[in-house]
Every structure is written in C-alpha cells, then in structure tokens.
C-alpha cells in the first residue's frame, strides 16, 4: 500500500473514534441539562438530517476539491458543531451540524481511494476502512463513556487555564472540549494526504442541475427486481442500526440501572457481534444466495422486543452478540448484491451516493418514529417494542414483495441471478 493510504486511514480513524464518542457525550449532555427523554433519541436522526439533504450535491463537492481537503473542511465544520454545544448551542442544532461535516465527508473518504489506489487493492482498501471503522465505533462509544465517567471527568475538569473562564464546567463539556483536540488530530492528518493529481470536476454553476441525474439513478435502483430488494433491506438494516446505539443506552439506563458510563460499554458488544456476523457471512454467503437471508431480519426486529424482558447483564451480553451477528450476516451478502446490482446499472460512485441517501433517509425516519413514540408518553420498553414490531413488520413486507418478485418476474430475477453466478465465478 502507497503510504499515503494509511494517512488516509488514520484521519478516518480518529474522525470517526471523535463522532461515536460524541454521541455519548451529547447523550450525557442533554441528560444532565434535565432534557426529556425524546430530545436524547432525537440525536440520531438530527445527525442523519444533512446526509439526506445534501445527498445529490456532496458527491460533487468532493470531486470539486482534493479529497484532503475536503476531508479537512469537514473535520472543521464537526469542530463548529462541537464548539455551539459548549457555548450554548441546543444540542440537537449542534449535533446536527456535527452531521453535515460527516456528511461532506463521506464521498471523499471513500473517493479518494479509487484516485490513490490501482482497482486490484480496492477490495483490500475497503476492508481496511470497514475494520477501522467497527474499531473506531467500539473504542468511540467507550471512550465517551469514560470522558464522561467520574474518573475521567474529573481529571479534565481540574485542568485550569489562567486567566480564562472556559465556561466547562460539567463532565459531558469537559467530554467534548477533549473530542475537539480528536478532531485536531484527524484535522492535522489530513494536511498530511497527498495530492493525488486527478484532475479536479468543478461543481456546476447552478447546484440544482445535480438533482435530475441523482434522481434518475435512484429510480433506476428502485425499479430493479434484485436492486429494489436489497436497497430496501440494507436500508432497513443501517435504519434500525443506526438508532440501535441509542436504544441500547436508553434500555441499559431502565433495565439495568446503568449509568451513560456503563451503558456505553454494551453499544460496543453489538458491534463486536456485527463483526463477527459480518465475517462469517463473508465466508459463507455467495452473491447469487444472498435473499436467503431476509428472515433474519424479521428476526432481528423480533429480538429487539425480546430486550425488554432481559435484567441481567450475563445475559443481556451474548443477546447483544447475537443481535449484532444476525444483523452482520444479513447486511454483508444484501450490501454485495446491491452494490453489484449498482455498478451494473449506474457505475460505483452513483450506487454508493444512492445507497447512502436511503439508507440515512431511514435512520432519519426510524429515529423519529422512536423519538415521537416516546415524545407521546410510552416508556422506553413500549417504545422499543413499537420500534421492534416495525422493522420486524417492514422485513415482512421486503420478503413478500420479494415472493411476489420470484412468481410474477420469474424470468427476469432468473436472468439477474445468472449474472450475479456468474460474477461469483469469475
């Protein structure tokens, strides 16, 4: 590997061990400050709010500048989502624009890999993006955790600058004043990645004439037999994901008595079984197997109920586990095939950038649900159990519409499924 990739790599890192630990410190944030339960779940989507938003226009964004240093305005604009936090900045505003610098930054993570790598150490490349980030969520979300326990804290809080008021003077401010010094780091490697002298595509003059192509290539997705049912499935997979570190927090606090310290610890153990999950699907699935695996999701969305009963932590550990590992074995085979199923139809970079809108759009639409569950009085365990039953009830609603595919396109998903073979084969 050229050493400029793992520069690359250690940005991505530290950018991304930065924004899981915020989460956990907002979440501490917000409760301290006596914010209702709702605001705490309403984290996620506000996150997700400028992915969606900006879908059709940062892929341009990114091919307009050198990657490097789109990366490094986009660590920035998280630095600005942290300072409005610490000087009085509503939380979910704040975190929101801590969204819109990870959302900038997604396309010229990933881009740049295909400008500084030849294609034959793509598949390595990527693996080593989807290691470090499972690494950066498991040591973020702890890392917050300690940021804002006692010990920690503590110590940050004695740190005395003379001759100025910082204004910290809570565990959670302290949490995130250190996160801006993360952000730095990854902010510093950034100047470190070098030009890869592709030639820049400027964005066009008026934005707004991206939208017509963007919206072609995600109807094009949509309307094909094998694109429509993996798209859905992968988007309902990182929806549900994507608020289950929430949910976990907010459950472990109920059902455990754990404080966000503790709870944070256990948002982790799901990732590991996502690893794990994710592995072994990788050895066992084929292209060309990969709807087979759409009961585990009904199954995931069944489990997640099955958290409201559980009080003990030495089983509440590998329940965790195994939610994680179904999730992991479902989303690896279905994320092969649609990607496969995009290049096919609209190349790569467009799939990817189709791939990341729905699969936000659902976080945004599943963290609402939940947060408005409980914005409307049920408790936590209700509105988990409301939360399991819809994505248990849409997996069901993906299987049938799969079913429906394989008895009235017979053909066509026959012939889709022979290019996938053969794909496999080659």
Known sequence: MKRGFYTIMS?????????????????????????????????????????????????AFADALPKGKVMFVSNAIKVVGCLMMLFGSHPLIA??????????????????????????????????????????IILGVLLGGQLVGTNLSGLLLA???????TGVDTAAEAAIAALILVYA??????TRIPHTGVEMRPMPRNPLALLPDFWSCNSRLWRDKLGQISLSTTTLFWGAGGNLKFIVLAWAAVALEYNTTQASAL????????????????????LDMATKVIPLGIGMGLLLILMVFIDNIWVAIPFLILLGGLGGFLVVPMNALLQHRGHNLMGAGRSIAVQNFNEQACILGLGAFYSLSLKLGL????????FGLAVAGMMWLIRRWHCHNCTSHAEE??????????DTHH
């Open 11 to 59: 940005a991505q890192f530290f950018s991304s061990l930065a924004d899981n630990a915020l989460f956990v410190a907002a979440v501490e944030l917000l409760r301290t400050d006596g914010s209702p339960e709702w605001q705490r779940a309403a984290l996620v989507p506000m996150f997700a709010l400028f992915y969606v938003v900006l879908a059709p226009f940062v892929g």
């Open 185 to 190: 780091l990854a902010a510093w490697f950034n």
């Open 95 to 136: 975190y929101a624009v801590v969204g819109l610098g990870a959302a900038a930054y997604s396309p010229a993570k990933y881009g740049i890999l295909t400008e500084l790598l030849p294609a034959s150490q793509l598949v390595r490349a990527n693996g080593w993006i989807e290691g470090l980030t499972i690494a950066s």
């Open 267 to 286: 948002t982790g153990v799901v990732a590991i079984g996502t690893a794990v999950g994710a592995v072994v699907a990788s050895l066992r699935m084929r």
């Open 413 to 422: 998903l026959e012939h889709l499924l022979h290019i996938a073979r053969q």
């Open 159 to 165: 740190i005395d600058l003379p001759a100025i008021d």
């Open 379 to 386: 408790s936590v365990f209700g509105a988990i159990i409301a």
